[in-house]
């Protein structure tokens, strides 16, 4: 029997249907359930753990690692791992992995699709004149059709995108270091309409688009966040909204999350700038394939294989030697 570790808020299956932790129960693991911890917590709460479920709400620092001689994996139930130590997981041997399930990418990739339409035709402004009894309101809606949608970095949800404005008259263009062919971020940012950021959250990609970025956009342009909040900074996106240098804005992930109540783009023209609490792609069709993704993972590891999706690939000769060692 193995120990498992997992947050108490986790991802739903069907509804009515078995969750996370009632799977890995019927497995036979012993379970616990870890919420707020301290460091002086860590080695009692993880000493004995062969697995853990990460929660997008905490960080997993070095220190775990270090007190927690018995532990394969940590897998994230969605798609970001950016809460988890990556350099301590690579050194103490530590596998890291997450649930790309398909669901989970259209439906970002559908949801970022509708966030550049509802920006660029307005959507909020004609809501709001229809609940205050302006009926037909002037406004300076603009179609997608001609337009050019520039996605700074071209992975899995990237490449969704893509797929979904197939038949929309526009032209995509893409800018990721990683995939040959694409755009320099500064050549994108100047000729795109449109700009989706599509990131996981490093140390290169934090801050990445700042106010000299953001003065490379052109003032009509639209900037749209559906992956990792870090990613922009804050203070310069929206100095640029209210400065009139950027048209509009889509953003559902935040540096902060929960996001604090002063962040300034709570201040800025809500007409213009859409926000939603990092869950604007969540569906219910996700649930049963992130349970079961995030089982298999948990399932895989401690039998020695490996997990579908792992984020760190470069440690498995180590990840094999510590597991050799723990049999």
């Not at 050549?187 to 953001?214: F, Q």
């Not at 950027?246 to 902060?256: E, H």
């Not at 213009?272 to 792609?281: E, F, K, S």
Request: glycine share 8%.
């Amino acid at each position: 029997m193995s120990k498992i570790a997992i947050p108490p808020a986790q991802p739903a299956g069907a509804p009515g249907g078995p969750t996370l932790e009632d799977k890995l129960r019927a497995a036979g693991h012993e379970i616990v359930v870890t919420d707020r911890w301290s460091d002086a917590d860590l080695a009692r709460i993880f000493a004995d753990v062969d697995a853990v479920v990460a929660s997008p709400a905490r960080q997993y620092p070095a220190d775990l690692f270090a007190v927690a001689p018995r532990l394969r994996l940590i897998t994230s139930p969605v798609i970001g791992v950016d809460t988890i130590d990556l350099d301590a997981a690579n050194e103490f041997g530590v596998l890291v992995a997450n649930c790309p399930t398909a669901e989970n990418i259209i439906g970002i990739a559908e949801a970022t699709v509708m966030l550049i339409v509802a920006v660029l035709l307005n959507l909020k402004q004609k809501e709001r004149s229809l609940r205050e009894g302006h009926f037909r309101p002037r406004h300076s809606s603009h179609i997608l059709h001609g337009r050019t949608v520039g996605l700074v970095g071209y992975g899995r949800i990237a490449r969704n995108v893509e797929q979904r404005l197939q038949g929309w008259g526009v032209t995509v263009q893409a800018a990721d270091p990683y995939v040959p062919g694409t755009l320099s971020l500064d050549d994108l940012l100047r000729t795109s309409d449109v700009v989706s950021v599509h990131v996981v959250l490093t140390k290169e990609t934090r801050n990445m688009i700042g106010a000299r970025e953001l003065a490379l956009m052109k003032p009509s342009a639209i900037l749209v966040n559906t992956s990792r909040g870090g990613a922009i900074v804050e203070d310069a996106l929206a100095e640029a909204l209210n400065a009139g240098r950027l048209a509009g804005a889509a953003l559902d992930v935040f540096q902060q999350e929960p996001i604090n109540m002063d962040n300034p783009l709570l201040g800025c023209d809500p007409d213009r700038v859409i926000m939603t609490p990092h869950a604007i792609g969540h569906n219910v069709e996700t649930g049963p394939t992130g349970v079961q993704m995030a089982f298999d993972n948990i399932d895989r590891a401690l039998r020695g294989e490996l997990p579908e999706s792992v984020i760190n690939p470069e440690i498995i000769p180590a990840w094999q030697r510590r597991m050799a060692m723990l049999h």
